[in-house]
């Protein structure tokens, strides 16, 4: 029930190509505009872009369009970049303020789930765009989410006994898997942009060095000062970046080794594709299903959300109408 914003859902991924830009369009129609209205407008450049990102994205979950699936798609597309424009233009000043840092944090807290910096920039380009557009789009994403709440949620009202009943009819989702969460100090041996393991004789100099600073770690040296000196894990040695991870959801060598340890140990050498790796255990939680008093937070929040979703469509319609919208399927 995290992201039931559908408004949002459907037109941030969308929106990515508009952020890192586009250039088929761009040659056809000379990057004419096609839809506009007060405040907003959209180009055809930008169009293209993101009708290409979502084909690509498409295509690689096994999905094939035909001519009538790519004319649907460009008309949502269109529709979903002109809905997002006109929300982000409805924010106030202060959910601007307030929308950065919260952008901000969702940024680093997806960086936080990569083991490298590279890593994580790698599945961003894969997206068809670069970090700086990123951020972009979830900054627009947390604006638009902050108009919808400010426009509906005063006149919703979520009862404790709704609450307890979603938790009760969907109590499986509550169940959470054994999980720790370690540092890491990582030595790479595994270059990204070249797709190439380093040369040997330069992979053993740093088996070396690994050894030598775990006998430093367990001698009692503080470990994040050793990961900011010598790990190449750029995000880590920048931030004191933490992994979090459960049963399966991290690579068998550094799962086997992370939840072999006791709070506070640190871990051997291990060494996977990407390096040598060295973690210390920070905190370590059992399975369990998370009582209510915990999440229902979090249902208040996605039940307001489920509430939001059936009252936004007239209130979007309404936006167009305000903004005279017009869309031109011939660019001018």
Request: proline letters at 2%; a neutral charge; one cysteine or more.
């Amino acid at each position: 029930m995290n992201r039931l914003w559908i408004i949002i859902v459907l037109a941030a991924p969308l929106l990515i190509g508009a952020a890192s830009g586009g250039s088929g369009f761009n040659n056809l129609f000379a990057d004419k505009i096609i839809a506009r209205g007060r405040g907003v407008e959209v180009k055809s450049s930008e169009l293209e872009s993101i009708v290409l990102s979502a084909q690509v994205t498409l295509s690689l979950q096994g999905t094939a369009l035909d001519d009538a699936g790519k004319a649907a798609l460009t008309i949502k597309a269109l529709d979903d970049m002109l809905m997002m424009r006109l929300l982000v233009a409805k924010a106030k000043l202060d959910e601007k303020s307030t929308g950065y840092l919260v952008a901000k944090t969702a940024y680093e807290r997806e960086r936080n789930g990569f083991l490298t910096e590279s890593a994580f920039i790698l599945q961003i380009e894969s997206r068809g765009m670069g970090t700086n557009a990123f951020r972009d789009r979830l900054y627009e994403e947390t604006l638009a989410k902050k108009v919808l709440e400010r426009e509906f949620y005063p006149e919703i009202k979520i009862t404790d006994a709704q609450v307890q009943k979603y938790y009760e009819q969907n109590i499986a989702q509550y169940a959470q898997v054994e999980f720790c969460r370690v540092r890491q100090l990582l030595l790479l041996t595994y270059n990204a942009e070249l797709g190439v393991e380093i040369a040997a004789d330069e992979r053993q100099k740093k088996k070396e060095l690994a050894d030598k600073l775990l006998v430093r770690a367990r001698k009692g040296e503080d470990f994040k000062k050793l990961i900011k000196e010598f790990s190449e894990d750029q995000g880590a040695k920048e931030s004191d970046r933490e992994l979090s991870f459960g049963r399966g959801q991290i690579g068998p060598e550094l799962e086997k080794a992370a939840f072999a340890l006791k709070n506070g140990q640190t871990s051997d050498v291990v060494r996977t594709v990407a390096g040598y790796h060295i973690l210390q255990l920070i905190e370590y939680a059992p399975a369990r299903t998370a009582p209510l008093s915990e999440v229902s937070a979090d249902i208040r929040r996605g039940l307001l959300e489920a509430e939001v979703l059936k009252r936004s469509p007239d209130f979007l319609k309404r936006l167009k109408t305000e903004a005279a919208v017009e869309v031109f399927l011939t660019p001018r």
